[in-house]
């Protein structure tokens, strides 16, 4: 009766272990596979930065202090010799305000 009731205990505490194993395998997986998943993320960052093109081609919008896509004109001056319009950009993420000659 004593040893059976080891046993069963024992199988219990193996049941456990096997469990917590079982987690573990799951984290050591998913740490195995982080350096192709980082190599997809670059390669996918890489793509998108191309497709983005360079600062000057972005969307008006994008703020370049931020990111968010949140520049609203707020006010325009013509300059002096009339061909050019000063305009004064703010973004409404992160209050960053911005000059264009355009
Ligand atoms: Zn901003």
């Known amino acids: 009766m004593g040893a059976l009731k080891m046993m069963g205990r024992s199988r219990m505490v193996g049941l456990t272990d096997l469990l917590g194993l079982l987690d573990r ?3 050591w997986k998913k740490l195995k596979a982080a350096p192709d998943r980082i190599d997809a993320l670059e390669r996918e960052l890489a793509d998108l930065r191309e497709r983005l093109g360079p600062p000057d081609r972005w969307p008006p919008d994008v703020c370049k202090a931020c990111g968010a896509r ?5 006010r325009t001056f013509p300059q002096p010799d009339m061909r050019k319009i000063m305009q004064f950009w703010r973004c409404e993420a992160c209050q ?3 000059r264009r000659l355009a």
């Open 96 to 98: 960053v305000e911005e």
């Open 70 to 74: 949140a520049l609203r004109m707020r």
């Open 25 to 27: 395998w799951d984290e």
